[in-house]
């Protein structure tokens, strides 16, 4: 079975640009979790979708994040317009809800805003 | 706020020897995971806990939802158990993973 898995494994962008981060769950999972780490913050919840819904939008990032599952395999992050504050790691995970199941984590996309 | 603490923030250990890494939860978590982030960045799965134990090889954790808290421990560690350690919680009508703010661990020697 293939993990998750997360495109681009790395990304630079220039201060304003839009960039579009993208994640595939695990076949079969109905829960889809975006996060943010960085050494200051640590381990931050973007966005969680179950079954292609929205279950959850982190307060903090609203205004220029936006995160859309457009079908159950598929996922997107937006970040528009991107600032040098958002350099980070973006994490995907999946799990199967209802199975008292792991959340499994993709190997996440280093983003450098300049 | 700190919902999930982690202790200690950092741990030196010598091959073989044993050692104890701890969460304190102020909220009511129902379950908790515990993660290993290597350091080329990926977080595997070590645990998922509802109240009770779990053993697998090296590794043991415990989760007492009453006293809110959570341990991992590691026996005899190995050179390859360095990195970051992550517990993290789930609380009752809470949806998403509240995470700690991990434990770096260095395996020397």
């Known amino acids: 079975d293939a993990g998750v898995t997360q495109t681009p494994r790395h990304e630079v962008a220039e201060k304003g640009q839009t960039i579009i981060l993208k994640c595939e769950p695990v076949?079969?999972?109905?829960?889809l979790f975006w996060y943010r780490q960085t050494k200051i913050q640590g381990l931050e919840l973007l966005s969680y979708?179950?079954?292609?819904?929205?279950?959850?939008d982190g307060g903090a990032f609203k205004d220029r994040f936006k995160a859309e599952m457009l079908n159950s395999s598929f996922s997107t992050l937006k970040i528009q317009p991107t600032e040098p504050k958002d350099s980070a790691v973006y994490l995907c995970a999946s799990r199967n809800w209802g199975y008292q199941d792991t959340q499994y984590f993709g190997p996440g996309t280093r983003l450098l805003v300049l | 706020g700190d919902k999930v603490k982690q202790s200690p923030s950092a741990l030196s250990l010598q091959e073989g020897t044993n050692s104890a890494l701890r969460c304190n939860f102020s909220i009511a978590a129902t379950t908790v995971q515990w993660f290993l982030q290597n350091p080329r960045g990926s977080l595997m799965n070590l645990f998922y806990?509802?109240?009770g134990t779990k053993e697998n090889g090296r590794l043991k954790s415990a989760f007492d939802s009453k006293e809110s808290y959570s341990t991992l421990h590691i026996r005899d560690a190995q050179l390859e158990d360095s990195g970051t350690y992550f517990c993290?919680?789930?609380?009752?009508?809470?949806?998403?993973?509240?995470f700690g703010t991990g434990t770096t661990v260095s395996v020397s020697p």
């Open positions: 806990l509802v109240p």
């Open positions: 979708f179950r079954s292609k819904s929205l279950m959850e």
């Open positions: 076949s079969g999972h109905n829960d």
């Open positions: 993290a919680a789930e609380s009752q009508g809470g949806r998403a993973l509240i």
